[in-house]
């Protein structure tokens, strides 16, 4: 008998651990790039719910750019993995805190055989593709953007009828930045058939979804009973909101939960600015404060009473929220989620890749009245870039732009006409190198407390 999960081992789980729906019952429907443990926590789960709720060939085939690891684990499990949810009282074993997901149905290497993903995203039973790519990926020099559009042009040779492109990648407006990036790319013989058979609608995903550690691992065991190499934890809290526009037809995700909207704007600037922007900010003053994790970092005295004030004020004042949404409420039920401390999510995961998450988290705020904290934010991110906490324990700086931060890292250089993040305004360029300064002098506990008193 095999230790581990796989369909033969499905009858042994407990009866709440296994998959909503049959392995294998359905065929691929849904081609998803990025085999990261957040597709796995979020889009598979809704997909999953979806077809136990209305059926549908929505099964998933993953694309894994270029990284075996999750690939292998996966295929030796049937494409079987679990979700660890973690935090708000869940109970070990029978009380349903493990449960394997069973929406994957196969998964390919794009950096080994960009063939075959050409070829699926030519099949007629393929009629949504999701994305889980990272912001850095939307770049026309990027190999997601690259295959994508190959497999466009031998769907429209093969005739296969229309698609829809969903991205799922926290960016502002990500389905018109997906469009505007794929319309400057295609073959000019291939955009009247775009126009007229390609949607990319935006949407809004959230779930805090930590790296897999060995303890997520432990975790799954002792409440499957067998390993899986493939589990992921999260949190219990998960949202999905999907702009409407969908090229042909699409799981009913409507039943799993998720929010089919006109518009998916306000909902995006509300969560990368009161929930993204807020998690850089714990990350890069909780690491500078040699916080391990995110919710320790909150525990930092004046921490959640200065980003409460940061969301009521320089947040609030920069958008308008979807109806009934009240900007405070939502910014409290983030800080909730944050203190989640069965979590475990690093703060330096949260840290990676600021040149490319800041713009839209932290950036838009320079617009507030009087942007203060916005200054303390991209001052703390500045002096995390600098390299060190403040004990002087390094800090890496994993960043696509990091040689680039690295060269020159004065507040001119950084913030300045032509730097990583600009700041056009010269004072708050200032304010930025004032909060440094404090930074140095003080450390990021102790100016958070100060800065707290009220
Ligand atoms: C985080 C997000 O790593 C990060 O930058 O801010 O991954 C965050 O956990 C998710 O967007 C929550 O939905």
């Known amino acids: 008998m095999s230790d581990r999960l796989d369909r033969a081992s499905l009858a042994r789980l407990p009866a709440p651990a296994r998959p909503l729906i049959e392995p294998g019952s359905a065929r691929t429907g849904i081609v998803h790039f990025g085999l990261g443990a957040f597709h796995r926590a979020h889009q598979a789960v809704f997909t999953e719910a979806a077809m136990a ?22 295929r030796a499990q049937d494409h079987l993995f679990s979700v660890v949810t973690l935090g708000a009282g869940q109970q070990s074993g029978g009380g349903g805190r493990t449960r394997v997901v069973g929406a994957l149905a196969d998964s390919l290497l794009a950096a080994e055989d960009p063939d075959a993903v050409v070829a699926l995203l030519a099949d007629p039973g393929v009629r949504i593709v999701t994305l889980t790519v990272t912001e850095k990926a939307y770049r026309a020099d990027a190999a997601v953007p690259r295959l994508l559009v190959a497999g466009l042009a031998a769907r429209a040779r093969a005739d296969a009828g229309p698609i829809t492109l969903l991205t799922c990648d926290n ?77 042909a037809d699409r799981p009913a995700w409507d039943a799993a939960g998720a929010v089919l909207a006109d518009d998916v704007t306000p909902w995006e600037h509300l969560k990368l600015r009161a929930l993204n922007g807020v998690h850089s900010a714990l990350a ?165 407390a100060v800065e707290a008193t009220p």
């Open 53 to 74: 709720h209305s059926g549908g060939d929505w099964a998933v085939t993953a694309v894994a750019p270029s990284s075996r690891t999750v690939l292998d684990a996966l």
């Open 171 to 247: 960016l502002p407006s990500n389905g018109q930045t997906l469009d505007r990036l794929l319309t400057g790319m295609i073959p000019d013989e291939l955009r009247d058939w775009y126009a007229e058979s390609v949607t990319c609608p935006s949407s809004m995903v959230d779930r805090i979804v930590p790296a897999t550690t060995a303890q997520t691992l432990d975790l799954a065991r002792a409440d499957l009973g067998v390993s899986d190499l493939a589990a992921v934890a999260a949190e219990p809290f998960s949202q999905w909101v999907i702009e409407d526009r969908f090229a």
């Open 284 to 448: 890069y003053l909780g690491a500078l404060a040699g916080r391990e994790s995110i919710a320790d970092a909150l525990t930092l005295p004046g921490a959640t009473e200065l980003l409460r004030h940061y969301v009521a004020t320089e947040v609030a004042a920069s958008l308008t929220p979807p109806p009934g949404v009240s900007v405070t409420a939502y910014g409290e039920q983030v800080l909730e989620r944050f203190a989640n401390h069965e979590l475990g999510h690093r703060c330096l995961q949260v840290a990676m890749d600021g040149t490319q998450k800041l713009p839209q988290r932290v950036m838009p705020m320079l617009a507030a009245p009087d942007p203060r904290l916005t200054c303390l934010i991209l001052a703390a991110w500045a002096r995390f870039a600098e390299g060190a906490a403040d004990d002087g324990t390094p800090l890496p700086l994993n960043d696509p732009l990091a040689a680039t931060v690295r060269a020159d890292l004065t507040t001119e250089a950084l913030f300045g006409p032509g730097g990583v993040l600009p700041v056009p305004d010269p004072a708050h360029r200032k304010q930025i190198d004032t909060w440094r300064t404090a930074l140095a002098r003080h450390g990021a506990a102790a100016l958070l």
